[in-house]
């Protein structure tokens, strides 16, 4: 269905917009990021970002949307955080469970380079778990040309944690 939500194996149309962390069903679905991070990390390997952590100055957050005949449903988000004037950390990368493994993690990415890129960045990195949850994440950046790399940022070495990083 042309601009709705995807029934089949189809890529969803989104609408991805810069966002200010306001919509109540954001705050949802970052809680339940949050759950999962606690639920599959240690304590001290979890660096998502709350919703108030991702109020900061130094952060761009995008929300992605579907729409259907039932209205807007919240498929996505990323956000990037300002370490320099040439690197972005990757945050909040998170697709809706229903949507996994339809596109919309590839869209947001995508967005996220652009947008990267736009803002002068030359380099992009991330952090990620190393559990056997995080290898579809770990295996999409690899394909989107991400190569590991050491700590970055305020990041220490951390056996639950796998750093990589891409220039633009």
């Known amino acids: ?9 189809e890529v969803p149309a989104l609408r ?10 954001i705050a949802r679905f970052l809680e ?8 599959v990390s240690p304590p001290e390997s979890v660096h998502a970002l709350d919703l108030e952590g991702l109020c900061r100055p130094e952060i761009r957050f995008w929300s992605a949307w579907t729409h259907d005949d039932q209205g807007e449903a919240l498929a996505g988000t990323v ?34 380079l652009a947008e990267a890129r736009t803002a002068g960045h030359t380099r992009v990195s991330l952090e990620t778990g190393t559990q056997s949850f995080f290898a579809p994440a770990r295996a999409l ?28």
């Open 32 to 39: 339940e990021h949050l759950a999962d991070m606690r639920r």
């Open 141 to 168: 950046y690899a394909r989107h040309g991400f190569v590991s790399c050491p700590p970055f940022g305020d990041y220490g070495p951390d056996p639950a944690s796998c750093f990589m990083t891409r220039s633009l």
């Open 79 to 112: 956000a990037l955080k300002r370490l320099d004037d040439g690197h972005a950390e990757l945050k909040s990368m998170r697709t809706a469970t229903h949507l996994r493994g339809r596109g919309v993690a590839v869209q947001l990415l995508a967005h996220a």
């Open 16 to 25: 991805i917009r810069l966002d200010d962390l306001r919509d109540a069903r």
């Open 1 to 9: 269905m042309p601009g709705g939500v995807s029934t089949g194996s």
